[in-house]
């Protein structure tokens, strides 16, 4: 406890604090390196964490077998058993989520192929990445408005299950005034078509869509986004802690992206001030 107090103090030296202490400096620069010791799985784990969230309903041996058929990483089903245990990623498994929502999840039908997008409120795309920390991997969910690309809630989470999307869900609930008709599409992940979710789209008169199976375009606005989240923000930074990543992306999606980020999409406008002049544009 006492050398973790010294790695977060900034104005006093090592060697200063520890002749302070009467400590040895030895022994703090082996607790530092002990410390600091990366996880020699992590690549591993990565790309389990990346296999889980395209085939989400995969158990560990399936996930063994495309380690080795798409990474060439050959590695006994034991050791993918364990590792996904430590990154809770076992509880994806058809009766941990039968337990929980009392019911099987519901494949819904796709509702937008042939939707010409002309207001904001109208269609919400949802998605779900994964973010690594030095030691450990969370998890981020976000819905954005697919007419002004303005993300209307997100969620980060350490653990990959319904807790994560509902409280992205009831962020965006929060932040906008919704009225029924509005389309909520997502993939087929366990998390969106758990009856608690459903349920609360359905309470707001919301209506779900799923992507097909297999089509990687159906949700590419919501893909678009994670991708700008982890290339101008999550990738330049190495969060320390779920604390740390939670302030930084919020800072990035609220006051950045949202408000003062120029999308190309949108006529080099951020998506408030795109919002801005549609909605002035209406009264």
């Given at each position: 406890?006492?050398?973790?107090?010294?790695?977060?103090?900034?104005?006093?030296?090592?060697?200063?604090?520890?002749?302070l202490l009467d400590l040895?400096?030895?022994?703090?620069?082996?607790?530092?390196?002990?410390?600091?010791?990366?996880?020699?799985?992590?690549?591993?784990?990565?790309?389990?964490q990346r296999i889980v969230l395209h085939h989400n309903r995969y158990g560990y041996r399936r996930v063994t077998k495309e380690l080795a058929r798409s990474y060439e990483c050959f590695i006994n089903h034991k050791k993918v058993l364990r590792l996904m245990g430590e990154d809770n990623l076992l509880c994806l498994g058809k009766k941990g989520w039968v337990k929980t929502t009392q019911q099987?999840?519901?494949?819904?039908?796709?509702?937008?192929?042939?939707?010409?997008?002309s207001s904001i409120n109208q269609v919400w795309v949802a998605d779900i990445t994964y973010i690594r920390l030095r030691d450990q991997f969370i998890y981020l969910a976000v819905i954005l408005d697919a007419f002004s690309r303005r993300c209307v809630g997100w969620e980060l989470g350490e653990?990959?299950?319904?807790?994560?999307?509902l409280g992205a869900l009831k962020r965006a609930l929060?932040?906008?005034?919704?009225?029924?008709?509005?389309?909520?599409?997502?993939?087929?992940?366990?998390?969106?078509?758990?009856?608690?979710?459903?349920?609360?789209?359905?309470?707001?008169?919301?209506?779900?869509?799923?992507?097909?199976?297999?089509?990687?375009?159906?949700?590419?606005?919501?893909?678009?986004?994670?991708?700008?989240?982890?290339?101008?923000?999550?990738?330049?930074?190495?969060?320390?802690?779920?604390?740390?990543?939670r302030q930084r992306i919020d800072y990035f999606i609220g006051e950045v992206y949202n408000e003062d980020r120029l999308h190309s999409a949108l006529g080099y406008l951020p998506p408030s001030e795109f919002e801005e002049k549609f909605l002035a544009g209406k009264a």
């Open positions: 406890m006492m050398f973790a107090c010294m790695s977060e103090e900034k104005c006093l030296s090592i060697p200063r604090m520890c002749e040895s400096r030895a022994s703090y620069y082996r607790w530092r390196d002990q410390r600091e010791a990366p996880d020699p799985d992590m690549e591993i784990k990565d790309l389990i099987g999840t519901q494949i819904y039908p796709n509702l937008i192929p042939d939707i010409l997008l653990h990959l299950d319904i807790s994560l999307t929060v932040s906008r005034s919704v009225q029924p008709g509005l389309i909520h599409h997502s993939d087929r992940g366990v998390q969106y078509g758990a009856k608690e979710y459903t349920d609360l789209l359905k309470s707001y008169g919301i209506m779900i869509s799923m992507a097909r199976k297999g089509n990687p375009y159906d949700n590419a606005k919501a893909e678009s986004f994670i991708k700008t989240l982890k290339h101008e923000e999550v990738y330049l930074f190495e969060y320390r802690n779920i604390q740390e990543a």
